[in-house]
């Protein structure tokens, strides 16, 4: 065996990279493909986060002004809307993948000798840019409310970068259990397993606010903590710690997701 096999260089390294980067971009590629060639997929999930935002700000925003003085409750209410949205873009990047398997893609794509892990991250990044695309016309859809965040621009980017997180987190499971199952009802139907924490948690009010029961779920929530980085951003300015929590919350969820979806993928695999 020669030393460059059991050394292997640097630039043998950087090449190995480039590879897997390559396919991980081809497969996010293919994946915004499909998704795009049927926006009908896409605008029920952006309309439904519109509507939350319209509804939320218009009922509850006069009486904000008792427990958020001085802050706006549209930038309170607005992350919300944000991670219904994940819920959307999840469902999304898990249904490419049952239509993949329906059709035999899939199994095609096995037999290449393309990386199991970019196989994963291609859809699931698909999946999280869609959530991001979402987020930005809710953010725009805020602006003409009135939403002045007190980060600014460097603020809203940051929001947008804690969707990609969100949106991979979510895509993760949801294309982990359409590796399982290969139906499209089963699939559809695992996003909204998410969908109870947007509600245990610090929804409506301040965490502070909450009491018994909840406060313990919204206290164990990890999207409490990235409720709270984005209204940070929004409504308070940047404060490092509470940005840590969100960040950190953010990337546990996304690794669990992801190492669910990679053993749902052996488990597929074993099957064949």
């Not at 997929?41 to 006069?62: A, Q, T």
Request: charged share 10%; net charge positive; proline share 4%.
């Amino acid at each position: 065996m020669s030393a460059i096999t059991l050394f292997p260089s640097r630039t043998d390294e950087r090449s190995g990279t480039m590879l897997f980067l390559n396919q991980v971009s081809m497969m996010a590629r293919r994946s915004l493909t499909t998704i795009f060639r049927e926006p009908a997929s896409v605008i029920p999930g952006l309309i439904i986060s519109v509507f939350f935002v319209l509804v939320y700000d218009g009922s509850l925003n006069g009486a904000a002004r008792f427990f958020l003085p001085g802050q706006s409750y549209l930038g309170f209410i607005l992350p919300v809307s944000i991670i219904s949205s994940a819920l959307s873009g999840a469902s999304i990047a898990g249904q490419a993948i049952v239509r993949d398997i329906d059709n035999g893609y899939f199994d095609k794509l096995l037999l290449t000798p393309i990386s199991r892990s970019a196989l994963l991250l291609g859809p699931m990044i698909a999946g999280a840019l869609v959530l991001v695309l979402q987020t930005a016309l809710v953010i725009l859809v805020g602006f003409l409310l009135g939403l002045q965040p007190e980060t600014g621009f460097v603020g809203v980017l940051a929001v947008l970068g804690y969707a990609l997180l969100i949106g991979l987190a979510f895509s993760g499971f949801v294309i982990g259990i359409a590796l399982r199952t290969g139906s499209a009802a089963a699939t559809g139907g695992a996003s909204f397993l998410f969908f109870p924490l947007t509600f245990l948690t610090a929804t409506f009010t301040p965490v502070e606010l909450l009491s018994g029961w909840i406060r313990t779920a919204a206290d164990y929530n990890p999207i409490t903590y990235i409720l709270e980085a984005m209204r940070a951003l929004f409504n308070t300015g940047w404060d490092a710690e509470i940005m840590l929590r969100g960040l950190t919350a953010s990337i546990i969820i996304a690794l669990f997701t992801f190492a669910f979806a990679f053993f749902s993928l052996r488990a597929r695999v074993r099957r064949k």
